[in-house]
T-cell receptor, first 111, second 113 residues
Framework: GESVGLHLPTLSVQEGDNSIINCAYS??????FIWYKQESGKGPQFIID?????DKRQGQRVTVLLNKTVKHLSLQIAATQPGDSAVYFC??????????FGKGITLSVRP | NAGVTQTPKFRILKIGQSMTLQCTQD?????MYWYRQDPGMGLKLIYY???????DKGEVPNGYNVSRSTTEDFPLRLELAAPSQTSVYFC????????????FGSGTQLSVL
């Protein structure tokens, strides 16, 4: 798989490979983090979340890793499928409970 | 449940025109939000509401107004449309807890020419 930071707009992976999407956050007070997936023409959809007292959480084919020391969040997608093609956003929230979204990265899956 | 429903899906406005973007949710969520998404960018919070009769400004409120007369509805008003308001607008709702899993509508694509 490939990993790329959110400052790069696109990530292209081969179908079946693993994808790693990275996100750096700036607010050390953030205690809850979410990954959203936005398919073309649709609103963002919740994928997976993690609290600051955890460093890893697994879902179905997705894993979120949190490194609070360097304020880094990543989303790992196993066995990437064409249906995973979308824009992925990380979001963080702290005491005010209003989400702050990253710029997003486009995941493109090659057949 | 229909979730969060936004209308219209597309709209073209002339500079100076006004319009209202409609948003309704049937999940009995207290919290509702309006975001705008510019090309290649993340979502910016325009306004939000923590319950009927209560609204507050987000990150980019200038040029917009909102109202929340019922739990279900949270319309967004543009009074004097400007080209800078060309964007995709998303309405979202949530429970308002710390574990805020927002539910988004499908968006309204607005062009101001």
């Amino acid at each position: 798989g490939e990993s790329v930071g959110l400052h790069l707009p696109t990530l292209s992976v081969q179908e079946g490979d693993n994808s790693i999407i990275n996100c750096a956050y700036s607010n050390s007070a953030s205690d809850y983090f979410i990954w959203y997936k936005q398919e073309s023409g649709k609103g963002p959809q919740f994928i997976i979340d993690i609290r600051s007292n955890m460093d890893k959480r697994q879902g179905q084919r997705v894993t979120v890793l949190l490194n609070k020391t360097v304020k880094h969040l990543s989303l790992q997608i196993a066995a990437t499928q064409p249906g995973d093609s979308a824009v992925y956003f990380c979001a963080e929230t702290g005491a005010n409970s209003k989400l702050t979204f990253g710029k997003g990265i486009t995941l493109s899956v090659r057949p | 449940n229909a979730g969060v429903t936004q209308t219209p899906k597309f709209r073209i406005l002339k500079i100076g025109q006004s319009m209202t973007l409609q948003c309704t949710q049937d999940m009995n969520h207290n919290y509702m939000y309006w975001y705008r998404q510019d090309p290649g960018m993340g979502l910016k919070l325009i306004y939000y509401s923590v319950g009927a009769g209560i609204t507050d400004k987000g990150e980019v409120p200038n040029g917009y107004n909102v109202s929340r007369s019922t739990t279900e509805d949270f319309p967004l008003r543009l009074e004097l449309a400007a080209p800078s308001q060309t964007s995709v607008y998303f309405c979202a709702s949530g429970t308002g807890t710390v574990s805020e899993k927002l539910f988004f509508g499908s968006g309204t694509q607005l062009s101001v020419l």
